[in-house]
């Protein structure tokens, strides 16, 4: 800011903004947070799914046809991506299964884990 | 044989007890091969939910097995056997489920589990107990001489049994420290952590176990290699309980911590695949431990893995 004295307070605003959409536009996940803090509703882009879409999130909201809209046209890397990475298999555990048969896996342990530890008081 | 039985315990929550088990009882049924059974007399169930994952803890609490079980059947005045309360199948690993597949048994995880009720057991009792003029004291005792009794038929079966006691010493945790053969202290490279272990250190050493440095395992876990804690784990070791047992420092690992999140019942991993860089530590656990049950117990041990 202190090389630019000459901006007009609506100019700064709009580099920060500027800056804010690039970082949006190029890092799906916070992307995914601010519009969560903000309230709203995150749609899935397919490239960022993998990064951004929260399997147990989703199993919370009890719609299993949305559940399986997210994960279920993923890629199988991807899907063996948001597995491994929210502790829903291990290696092991998905050896020799096609992608429907693991989304089906994520489905129902991402489920039991949710009912297992959501507070029933709230 | 008779197994030896461990106790995993240091008043200083937060040291790695729980995982400190489960890593133990790994490394045990996988390199030695060994019969392994983890009684949890933690309510927090930690080591319970990490072997049998919570939807598991939950189905052996309402088949009627557990140590809030053991505790009831104490508590009615029925004859001490914790058989009835075992599950018989805590592995994880998927090595020693596909020994065990192919009939050749090679190590094995049974579990004792706890559960939260546990604590409302035990409330429960002490409040009947001091209620009819009885004291904390009086209550552990009877309560180690019930257990004893309701663990002897196992120990035939069993080549090491780990106590998971938890952070404090109710009288159910020292009715555990009580029956223990050895004792492993997990505990942290900081200050302290430091001091807990001294102060459970000289409490067990005071009321249960005179004879303590002999029996005696401590574990550093969770160590950040920083100069710092490179200076209290040499002080440890070098001062403050040098005529202990020291197993290998445990690095810090995320992986392991995520790892312990069993996914599901029918949920495997490879050794490797759970220890991932620590897989060596594990390794040098068993072992070191190992060598410590030999001095204890007189019995040698072969590897059947590598």
Not at chain 1, 25 to 50: Q, S, T
Not at chain 2, 32 to 57: H, K, R, W
Not at chain 2, 216 to 230: P, Q, S
Request: proline residues 5%.
């Amino acid at each position: 800011m202190a090389e630019s004295p000459g901006l007009t307070p609506v100019e700064y605003i709009d580099r920060f903004f500027d800056e804010l959409r690039a970082e949006v536009r190029a890092n799906p996940a916070l992307a995914a947070r601010l519009v969560k803090a903000l309230g709203g509703n995150v749609v899935f882009d397919n490239e960022a799914k993998a990064d951004v879409a929260n399997p147990y999130s989703l199993a919370a909201e009890g719609d299993r046809a949305r559940f399986f809209s997210v994960f279920g046209t993923m890629k199988l890397g991807d899907i063996k991506k948001v597995l491994k990475e929210n502790n829903l298999a291990t290696r092991v555990d998905m050896t020799g299964k096609n992608a429907d048969q693991l989304v089906d896996m994520m489905y129902t342990r991402a489920s039991r884990k949710v009912q297992e530890r959501k507070s029933s008081i709230y | 044989m008779v197994a030896l039985t461990a106790a995993i315990a240091n008043l200083k929550g937060g040291v790695g007890k729980s995982t400190t088990t489960v890593m133990l009882a790994d490394g045990l049924a996988y390199y030695y091969g060994m019969n392994v059974l983890v009684i949890d007399l933690d309510p927090q169930a930690n080591s319970s939910q990490m072997l049998l994952t919570e939807q598991g803890v939950q189905a052996a609490s309402d088949q009627g097995k557990g140590t809030h079980h053991l505790l009831a059947s104490f508590m009615e005045g029925k004859p001490p056997s914790a058989a009835p309360f075992v599950m018989p199948n805590a592995v994880t690993l998927e090595e020693l489920r596909l020994a065990e597949e192919h009939d050749e048994r090679k190590g094995w995880i049974s579990s004792l589990p706890a559960h939260p009720q546990l604590r409302l057991r035990e409330l429960s009792l002490e409040e009947e107990w001091y209620g009819k003029s009885g004291t904390p004291t009086t209550l552990a005792d009877a309560l180690a001489k019930h257990f004893q009794a309701a663990f002897e038929p196992l120990l035939p079966i069993y080549d090491v049994i780990l106590l998971d006691c938890p952070p404090h010493l109710s009288p159910l945790a020292r009715a555990g420290l009580a029956l223990a053969d050895a004792y492993i202290t997990p505990t942290i490279a900081d200050s302290v952590s430091t001091w807990g272990t001294k102060q459970f250190s000289d409490w067990v050493g005071k009321f249960v176990a005179p004879d303590l440095p002999s029996r005696n395992f401590v574990l550093i876990t969770r160590f950040r290699d920083t100069k710092y804690a490179r200076q209290v784990a040499s002080d440890l070791r070098e001062i403050y309980l040098k005529d202990r047992w020291f197993g290998p420092t445990i690095p810090e690992s995320i992986h392991v911590l995520n790892a312990m999140d069993r996914p599901a019942l029918d949920s495997y991993n490879t050794l490797r695949g759970k220890y991932a860089g620590v897989t060596g530590d594990v390794r040098r656990l068993a072992e070191r431990f190992t060598d410590f049950m030999t001095q204890r117990t007189g019995v040698t041990w072969q590897k059947v893995r590598d």
